[in-house]
């Protein structure tokens, strides 16, 4: 079944988008990330404009971190003194991601530095989880019980002055690193259309040392305002989300992620680690791949004067 | 009253006439009309192309002339003229990036022809350069007309052969049929990516390979249906659309929750 979608200007298939929200919505119910890292390249290779796949991706990541963080507040294991901090920083990043979004594409390098921003950080990001997973699988194969990095450890983060108090968290820390890493993603967030949890997970854990049981609903908590705040803006200045893409994503990815949750609860911490290194690492060579190959059309046109 | 009178002035212009014999042996000049059955057209949000037929009429054509078929007929439809920004990919280190480009002021988003017999046939290419009729003629003009000559005809050409081969720009040898000695149908094709706007349709009427007169007629192509309201609500009321699109992602949260919930 066709369907017209009225900012990206092509007809799609109705059930392919649906298929690509579950499939997304599948894994992220699986790994516990937003899945927009994966949505926003799908969406590119399905031949929707990047800038409009960037905004309507983070359209999309609000309601799937929005059903997350309702779970983690019912739990209780959501810390909204630094999430409100993260967000802060996330607000700050996120406009400036705008103007440089904004400014790429009046240059025309708007989709060459979308797709290398994630190459990069995909080939880091998966290429580092990888290495981890495959460790932890040959530990415990080998019988050693997995080292935890015991929290408490102290580094040179926890030597920056402003320091605050997080209750929920357990946590006395500088601000600055906490509003370096919200603007950070929020930068991401409004170049790349993701979430930013594939990165702030772990920062959160390994950098901030915050217990793992309140990251995931804080990180969502955070995630809800910089995704709303980044679609806000792009709708505002480069009217470039389209409701129909993102409902047809959102409608199968809220049904998807219930089942990958499900899923994920039958394997194991580090073989899902594995799984999703291995997936992470696929988007970014398939992106890569289209970077050096010959394009078929050497030539593009645009509209002049659009911003 | 008026009866004698009336006749009395047409008695002295056929005395007019045969004063001036030149004149009086001429025929009236041909000249051409079309007529378009509607100022408007909407198309809907499914719109796959679509084939435009406009009917015109020759007006006191030579009937041997039209017997011999050395009438040609040239019609167009020119969509609203745009900014256009060509660019060029070139390899870096090995990458593709867009690397040089080159801007063009008012060119037509689309350009459909309806010819009676290929372009070439019809008249000398000059002709069409002076006219600037068909694609491969239209003025093209670069905001930055220091560059190079090379490098502007190199980067009309790709914004020609690009308008082309995504149906912008299209050709329809033998679209127009001569119906009687008088009437033409044209048909030009629409593609699905139609410009919204004030579109010109024009026709060109050649004899025996010289331009005779044109004729020409506005045509408005506007989109239909939701998701033409929806695109007008995201350009009109952006703000309104962002927070509704933000409401709309966390209802569907919510809800989803609500329907699948685990815990």
Do not use: C
């Not at chain 2, 084939?51 to 040609?72: C, H, K, V």
């Not at chain 2, 006219?131 to 003629?137: E, K, V």
């Not at chain 2, 003009?141 to 190199?154: G, R």
């Not at chain 2, 033998?174 to 004030?198: D, E, H, I, K, Y």
């Amino acid at each position: 079944m066709g369907i017209y979608l009225p900012i990206a200007e092509i007809s799609v298939n109705v059930f392919v988008l649906l298929a690509m929200g579950a499939a997304v919505g599948f894994l992220s119910g699986m790994f516990g990330v937003g899945g927009g890292f994966l949505i926003t390249p799908l969406l590119i290779f399905y031949n929707i404009p990047p800038a409009i796949a960037v905004a309507t991706g983070a359209n999309q990541v609000i309601a799937s971190s929005f059903s997350g963080a309702l779970s983690h507040f019912k739990r209780g294991t959501l810390d909204f003194k630094l999430g409100g901090v993260l967000l802060a920083g996330g607000i700050v990043g996120s406009t400036a991601g705008i103007f440089v979004f904004a400014l790429l594409r009046r240059l025309g390098q708007l989709d060459l530095f979308i797709s290398l921003l994630y190459v990069v950080l995909l080939g880091t990001v998966g290429g580092l989880m990888l290495v981890e997973s495959v460790n932890a699988l040959r530990a415990t194969r080998n019988g050693a019980a997995p080292v935890l990095k015991k929290s408490g450890q102290h580094n040179w983060i926890h030597r920056l002055p402003f320091k605050m108090r997080f209750r929920a968290s357990k946590l006395f820390v500088s601000v600055i690193p906490v509003l370096g890493l919200g603007a950070a993603i929020g930068f991401l967030s409004s170049i790349m259309g993701v979430g930013g949890g594939f990165i702030m997970v772990p920062a959160l854990i390994y950098l901030l040392k915050v217990p793992t049981n309140v990251v995931i609903g804080t990180s969502l908590f955070q995630i809800i305002f910089t995704s709303a705040y980044t679609t806000l803006v792009h709708a505002t200045t480069n009217q470039t989300v389209d409701v129909i893409l993102a409902f047809l994503l959102m409608a199968g990815g809220v049904a998807g992620a219930q089942y990958g949750a499900k899923a994920g609860q039958r394997l194991r911490g580090e073989q899902l680690r594995a799984l999703l290194a291995m997936l992470v690492l696929a988007v970014a060579i398939r992106l890569a791949a289209d970077l050096f190959v010959t394009p078929p059309n050497l030539y593009s046109l645009s509209a002049a004067g659009l911003n | 009253m008026a009866g004698p009178r009336a006749f009395a002035a047409a008695a002295s212009l056929s005395m007019l006439f045969a004063l001036s014999p030149a004149t009086a042996q001429t025929p009236p000049a041909e000249s051409i009309q079309i007529g378009l059955s509607t100022d408007a057209i909407s198309i809907t949000a499914g719109f796959s192309g679509a084939d435009l037929t406009i009917f015109g009429s020759l007006e006191n054509p030579d009937p041997l002339i039209a017997r011999q078929g050395r009438y040609d007929v040239v019609v167009v439809l020119e969509g609203p003229p745009r900014p256009v920004v060509v660019r060029r990919k070139d390899r870096v280190l090995g990458v593709w990036i867009n690397l040089d480009s080159e801007t063009f002021e008012n060119v037509p988003v689309s350009y459909s022809v309806a010819t009676t017999r290929p372009l070439q046939d019809i008249a000398e290419p000059a002709k069409y350069k002076q006219l600037s009729l068909g694609a491969q003629n239209l003025y093209m003009k670069p905001a930055d007309e220091t560059d190079s000559p090379a490098t502007i005809e190199e980067f009309t050409a790709a914004l020609r052969e690009r308008k082309a081969a995504t149906g912008l720009y299209s050709e329809n040898v033998g679209g127009v049929q001569f119906l009687s000695q008088n009437l033409f149908r044209a048909t030009v094709r629409l593609a699905p990516n139609v410009p919204v706007g004030t579109h010109k349709a024009r026709a060109f009427l050649f004899k025996s390979g010289m331009f005779v007169k044109e004729s020409s007629a506005q045509l408005e192509i506007r989109k239909s249906g939701f998701e033409q309201s929806v695109f007008r609500v995201a350009h009109d009321y952006s703000f309104l659309y962002g927070v509704f699109a933000v409401s709309l992602a966390m209802l569907t949260g919510w809800l989803g929750r609500l329907i699948f919930r685990k815990d």
